[in-house]
C-alpha cells in the first residue's frame, strides 16, 4: 500500500519548456489523489540551487510553485516541500528522501510504502533498486497523468447517500 506520494516538479508536475505550466491533467489528477478515500500524503522533492540558502532556494521555489498554480496542493509547504538544500544531497540519495518523509511527520513510514515519480531514468532505478521505493517514470511509465490515480491505486472518494 503506498502511504506516501513523493513527486518531482521540473519536467514531470511542469513542463519548463513552456512558461512553467503543468502538464495537461496534473491538477485534476493531484485533486483525485488528494480527495482520494485513503488518500496517500503527497510531497514534492527537488534539486534546487544548491548554491542558496535552504530559505532563499525555498522562496525561490515556492514562487515558481504559485506561479504553475500548484502551491495549494503542497501546502504546508514547511511540511510538503523538500528540496536538495535542506538534506544537503542531490536526488536520488537516500538522505533527500528520508527528510522529506521527517519534514511530511512521517519519519517511521518505509521507502516500501513510498512512490517516486520523475521524469528522469537514473532517479527511478535508484529509487526501485538501491531504496526498494514504488516509482513511476512520466513519459515511460505513462503518458497521461489521467493513468496516475488508478497506477497508485487511488480510489475515487464515496458518492454515499446518492441515489
Known amino acids: 500500500m503506498i502511504k ?3 513527486f518531482d516538479l521540473g519536467q ?3 513542463d519548463e519548456t513552456n512558461q512553467l ?3 495537461p491533467h496534473v491538477v485534476e489528477t493531484l485533486v483525485k489523489i488528494t480527495q482520494a478515500e485513503s488518500a496517500p500524503e503527497i510531497c514534492l522533492i527537488s534539486d534546487f540551487k544548491m548554491d542558496l540558502t535552504p530559505a532563499e532556494a525555498m522562496k525561490e521555489y515556492l514562487a515558481i510553485l504559485k ?3 500548484l502551491r495549494a496542493f503542497f ?3 514547511e511540511k510538503r516541500v523538500t528540496l536538495s538544500n535542506h538534506a544537503a544531497a542531490l536526488k536520488p540519495s537516500r538522505k533527500i528522501f528520508k527528510k522529506a518523509l521527517e519534514r511530511l511527520g512521517k519519519p517511521t513510514t518505509p521507502f516500501k510504502h513510498c512512490c517516486f515519480i520523475t521524469e528522469n531514468a ?3 532505478k535508484a529509487a526501485r533498486e538501491q531504496l526498494h ?3 513511476f517514470q512520466f513519459g515511460v511509465d505513462f503518458a497521461d497523468w489521467d493513468e496516475v490515480p488508478s497506477m497508485l491505486g487511488v480510489a475515487s472518494p464515496s458518492l454515499g447517500g446518492m441515489g
Open 75 to 77: 501546502e504546508p509547504v
Open 122 to 124: 537514473a532517479h527511478i
Open 21 to 23: 505550466r503543468p502538464f
Open 4 to 6: 506516501v506520494v513523493m
Open 12 to 14: 514531470t508536475l511542469i
Open 67 to 69: 506561479a504553475t498554480g
Open 133 to 135: 521505493m514504488q516509482a
